[in-house]
């Protein structure tokens, strides 16, 4: 780990934490959460994650070269009087660790408008200052990114569109390693929000039949499948699945119904920690494809996998999101719908089939491959002295052999494109 630091409020006494988990490029991004009993620990594990969700994705050819990881976590309830305060004091303290290496957005509790509204008003400069530093053609950057977060692609916006294309992207690759079918293959997923909403689309679109989906307030489902198309049109912000539009044959059930299905697909879009030692004896499924952040407990993966249960980690499958943020900063895609599919399809079929392959062949997990990928990664960035250790804090050059074509240009003024950009930085 790079640095961890705990802020203490002067006015509310409770506490708030940057962890700086790797700094790649002089650069760490991950987002900042608000919730009461957020502790380092906590912060510690989401910054490892960023870490990993970067490295994952060094390669060759690509503009985008992966920087560090980290996460921001204050332990106050975001609902609670005076919350906007502490988050304000938050931000002023520790701005300087923003302009210097931590490029953040929003997170669980943490909305991005009030994040970009105390900076601006503080004139506290953009939370992207640290990345701006990195990319070479400030003004054409922001075209992309007007053009990537205003695409509306069949009434889903683009950006909430590319985690769950990533996804099904894994499930595909998972089905195909084995040789199955996509078609007629059958799907569950926990949670209809941005992440579960997109995946249930494109599984849906190749021919997988969608037969449930769970929302916080149950579990909807049909053999035949359900309707995805019209649940998309007319679910509500939060992702909740409206029931009137419901067919004839669907069915509402308990929203923990999801586990048990019998299919071939689980795929879990929803909170951390949902499948435990204790309830994944019901699951009947033979891939997981993690959506969501830690949806699945070590001792249920190990007990998973002894049954023959393929786990694709969080880390690689819910990436895209995080990665295809990054291609539109640096250029790797042009900000359409159709460059963005294009490239998010390749390489995570991709990254998933290798690390599979990877696993199979050395009879370990999917995740202990596609660690020992990130840990590859991360070598070939050390080696290339792209990552920051401690004692060696001056602005470091990227790889040689990848870094973007053109120079680093100045900062972008803020409220240009850091702020375009960080209007977007949902939670990856
Ligand atoms: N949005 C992203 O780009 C992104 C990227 C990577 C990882 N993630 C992770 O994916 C998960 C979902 O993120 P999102 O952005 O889609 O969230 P969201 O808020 O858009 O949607 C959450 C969905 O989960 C449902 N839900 C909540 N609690 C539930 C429960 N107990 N049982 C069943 N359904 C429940 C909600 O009704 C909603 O449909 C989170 O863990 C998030 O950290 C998100």
Redesign the pocket.
Known sequence: MFMDITWRDPVTGTHGYVVIDTLVRGTASGGLRMRPGCTLEEVRGLAQGMTR?EAIHLRPGRRYIPVGGAKGGIDFDPRAPGAADVLERFLVAVNPIMHSYWALGE??GVRQDAIDEILDRRGLGSGLSAVEKLVDDPQAMEARAQKAFTTVVDGVSQ??L???LGVATSVFAALDADGRERAGATAVI????????ATARFLAEAGVTVVGI????G?VSNPQGLDVETLLAT?DP????DRTVLRDGDQVGH??D?LAADVDVLVP????Y?ITAENCERIRAKYIVE?????VLPEAEAALAARGVTVVP?FLA?????AWWWWVTFGDVDGTWEHSRALIADTLYELTSEVLAEARAQGTSPRAAAQAKVDANLDRLRSAEAIETPGALSSPEPAPTERAPASPAAPAAPGSAGTVLSAAS???
Do not use: C, H, Y
């Open positions: 969700k997170d669980l950006d909430e590319v985690g769950g926990q949670g209809f929000g941005s992440m579960g909403g769970a929302d916080a307030d579990f679910r939060f992702g909740g699945i929203r923990d999801w879009a929803a909170v951390s949902a959506a969501a952040n830690m949806p969080d819910n990436s895209a999101t995080n949902a939670e990856r």
